[in-house]
């Protein structure tokens, strides 16, 4: 018997479920059971091909386990079940292949794909499930050759950072020599809002020796990253993370150009870093470096990071140099005042004096 649509078919099986269990849910009386039985008979293996649309065990639908009826439907469900079973796994594996396919299909497609908002997430997931060292690494060749544009795309950045993150130093060198495969260009990274990015986690995740050309790069032009707003951050880890002799060279770069540094926007947070990180006897070079110029601390005093730094600056000094900053600070008393973070420094002041 033909149903011309699935719903048909489906209100077929309804009613076939209606005859088999009453539409009172009654059980089919004795003397009836043999004509009820042959009906069945032939409506079961007419509704049998619509068996996949039927919902439900036998004992929901209100079947006599006692009746044939009731073990033809019982195998017809079970029929279903399987069905069923069979389909949802068949579905699953299919996912897992197609995912499976996904990662593969991006072979070849790692560079366009790195450059795209959706794509780049793409990248980066393959990159994480990658199942060995090997195949991430064969993943990240493909990126050989485009560091320096990738590195200053808003997406493709991203999909560098999580190389740096997941791979072996020795896999990052493509990393490294392209940064030095032109002159300035690793300072120009350094001052730049997305390669930054790509310099700072370098030189954080690759040892000393492997960097250190790198390094040497960015140290000959110590003086203007520090000023710039977005360079003086490499400059900021350099003093943190770098070897004994870079940070010394960076210290006396800061020391000799102690104004310049200072009275830029940026230079209050390179100039905390220094006092922070730097040997005791090294943070009295720089402290007295500051006293030389009548502009710098006030400067440093009205600016976020540099509040703090005055503060270090004092805590350098001894005796008769901090008595001198404190008065040269509470000479432009009216202009700390004025400002957020210089009154912070000049109740600091106050205090002090009044505790004396």
């Known amino acids: 018997m033909a149903h011309s649509s699935p ?20 059980v089919p009386s004795a003397a009836k059971s043999s004509v009820d039985h042959q009906h069945l008979r032939v409506e079961l293996a007419e509704y049998a091909d619509c068996c996949d649309l039927m919902v439900g065990s036998p004992t929901e639908l209100g079947v006599h386990h006692g009746s ?23 579905r699953q594996s ?39 060292d090997a195949a991430r690494e064969a993943l990240a060749a493909e990126l050989h050759g485009h560091v320096a544009k990738a590195m200053r795309c808003s ?7 999580k190389c740096i993150a997941l791979m ?8 490294v020599d392209e940064l030095l495969a032109r002159s300035g260009l690793v300072v120009q990274a350094a001052r730049h809002r997305y390669a930054c990015r790509i310099v700072q986690h370098t030189l954080r995740k690759c040892p000393a020796a492997q960097t250190a050309e790198l390094a040497e790069a960015l140290l000959q032009d110590a003086k203007t990253l520090a000023r710039h707003t977005i360079g003086h951050y490499t400059v900021q880890q350099m003093l943190e993370l770098g070897t004994e002799d870079q940070r010394y060279r960076l210290i006396r770069t800061i020391e000799r150009n102690a104004r310049s540094i200072s009275l ?8 905390r870093a220094a006092l922070a990180y730097a040997p005791s006897e090294d943070k009295v070079w720089i402290a007295r470096a500051m006293l030389q110029d009548p502009m710098v601390l006030p400067s440093l005093a009205t600016s ?51 505790t004396a």
């Open 7 to 26: 719903m048909a078919a489906l209100n077929y099986g309804r009613a076939v479920v209606t005859n088999i269990s009453g539409s009172k849910h009654q």
């Open 68 to 90: 044939c009826a009731a073990r033809g439907a019982a195998r017809s469900a079970a029929t279903f079940m399987s069905t069923c079973s069979t389909a949802d796994t068949d």
């Open 94 to 132: 299919e996912a897992g292949s197609s995912s499976t396919d996904g990662d593969a299909s991006l072979a070849g497609q790692v560079w366009p794909l790195s450059r795209d908002p959706e794509g780049c997430r793409r990248v980066q997931a393959a990159l994480e499930a990658a199942p060995s």
């Open 155 to 161: 997406h493709a950045n991203h999909v560098l950072q």
């Open 168 to 175: 072996r130093p020795e896999s990052l060198q493509f990393i």
């Open 264 to 271: 830029s926007t940026s230079g209050g947070a390179v100039v």
């Open 304 to 354: 976020r990071h540099g509040s703090a730094a005055v503060v270090q600056v004092l805590q350098a000094l001894e005796s008769q140099e901090r008595e001198q900053a404190c008065a040269l600070l509470l000479e432009h008393g009216d202009v700390l005042d004025a400002s957020n973070f210089g009154h912070v420094v000049l109740e600091r002041l106050l205090c002090g004096s009044r």
